[in-house]
């Protein structure tokens, strides 16, 4: 019978590493635990293999003319070693060559080098043109009675096909399609308005995909843009007193660019903040620094 004793940190860490050891199963052996171990102790187990002895290594004596045939294949083989040749001395031409190579290299290296004057090479470099060009803002045309109605038939198909009763209002107001939804759902906003955000873009999409004319729409449900800007205007304000206090910046949650605006425009005025957007689209966000002084 082979045994062993293995210790872990709980019994069956030691199990574990005992028969990594014996290279078995537990099923082929038998465990008998010495201690289950404890906040300051290991634990301890005896495992046991039925059958099994274990086998020395068998160990190898010389007898006297043996070892003495050993001993001597040594010497001859430490004997037959090659002596580390000595090399041949240069000729005297070689090395007088060899000196006058290095004295050219010499005197090539302390030669003065012709630089080119600073200004032949940058009139030979083409400036590079200036292909970026500033993006004018969008220009919105006024919008007709045509396009209105044309807004509101969508809006009115894509209500219905959501399963929401609401009503829809239009009107233009200073050149834009205003679009008022009246529910009692909210199913129409969305959170943070993102459902409300969707039918606006649809919307725009539909009455500009001719391309010919840009016109502005801004779809409303039950006063939601006004409480949200609300919201954001105290929101703003909040993260700019805690930016001050904290003189450090503090990073406000992804908007849409319509919603930056807000913020952008709500703290432009405070002299101790900076606001900037960071990221791109959709986690895009603003984030308000700390002005030192």
Known sequence: MLEIISIGRKPKDAIDSGLRQLGKSLEEVEVEILDPGGLFRKAKVRIKVEGEEPTPAPEVHLSAPNKKAFEGERRSVENKRPERAERPERPAKDRTERVERTERKQSVSKAPVSKAPANENKAQEKAPENVSEKREPRRYEPVTVEVAKKAEDFITELVAKMNVQASVETSIEDGRLMVSLNTESSALIGHHGEVLDSI???????????????????????????????????????????CIKIRRKVVLEPMNSNERKIIHSALADNDQIITKSEGHEPGRHIVILYKRR
Do not use: P, Q, T
């Not at 391309?211 to 939601?224: F, L």
């Not at 800007?229 to 007193?241: C, D, G, H, I």
């Open 200 to 242: 606006e873009y649809l919307a725009s999409f539909v009455i500009n995909r001719d391309g010919e004319k840009y016109y502005n729409v801004v779809v409303n449900c039950n006063g939601y843009r006004e409480k949200r800007k609300e919201s954001l205007v105290a929101l703003a304000n909040r993260m700019a007193a805690k």
